[in-house]
């Protein structure tokens, strides 16, 4: 939401969700996110340390990014 841009928000519900998701052992996550138009939202999966894993269309042909993070060893 524009309203909490910048106050730390995201990345807290982000760290939390990581947390939980690693303590149920996933070893690695995945997200999607709009490839175009989307700058802010890229930077922030990118500064949370998401990896940008690759491209692709949807079938409507809308550009995707796909990020991956480690969130665990095996």
């Keep these: 939401s524009p309203s909490v841009r910048g106050?730390?928000?995201?990345?807290?519900?982000?760290?939390?969700?990581e947390r939980a998701v690693?303590?149920?052992s996933v070893e690695t996550a995945f997200l999607t996110t709009d490839a175009e138009a989307n700058q802010?939202?890229?930077?922030?999966?990118?500064?949370?340390?998401?990896?940008?894993?690759?491209?692709?269309?949807?079938?409507?042909?809308?550009?995707?990014?796909?990020?991956?993070k480690r969130l665990r060893s095996s």
């Design 40 to 68: 802010a939202v890229n930077a922030f999966y990118q500064a949370a340390g998401w990896q940008l894993d690759g491209t692709f269309c949807t079938r409507e042909g809308r550009p995707m990014n796909r990020y991956t």
């Design 22 to 24: 690693s303590e149920r």
């Design 7 to 17: 106050t730390g928000a995201g990345r807290l519900l982000l760290d939390r969700w």
